[in-house]
């Protein structure tokens, strides 16, 4: 599945509809989100049975208070509705897809 846009009003529906959702925080004047946007993409190119979500940190301010968001980019795995996941940073291709595949077991 490609990944999705959501804004924060769209964040609930989406993670009662899907059992694992994958939310990316990011804006688009970050560096290290220019890094980390193809792995994202790749990754989620990988798995058809999860939801990537991008989330821009710009024009949602009440996500980034919400989920706790410090600094981008930031990985939020939702499971069941349930944050399981929270981290900020690039990870390769290889680390993203395991956590992925871990946090989906």
């Not at 925080?25 to 290290?32: D, N, T």
């Not at 706790?68 to 069941?80: C, D, E």
């Amino acid at each position: 599945m490609a990944h999705l846009n959501l804004s924060e009003a769209d964040i609930d529906s989406t993670a009662q509809e899907n059992p694992l959702v994958v939310l990316y925080f990011w804006a688009p004047w970050c560096a290290p989100c220019k890094q980390f946007g193809p792995v994202f993409e790749e990754v989620a190119g990988r798995h058809s049975d999860v939801v990537f979500a991008k989330v821009n940190a710009d024009d949602n301010p009440g996500a980034i208070e919400r989920f706790g968001v410090k600094s981008i980019p930031t990985i939020v795995i939702l499971k069941g509705g349930d944050p399981v996941y929270k981290e900020a940073g690039v990870m390769n291709d290889l680390s993203f897809d395991t956590l992925v595949r871990m946090v989906g077991a």
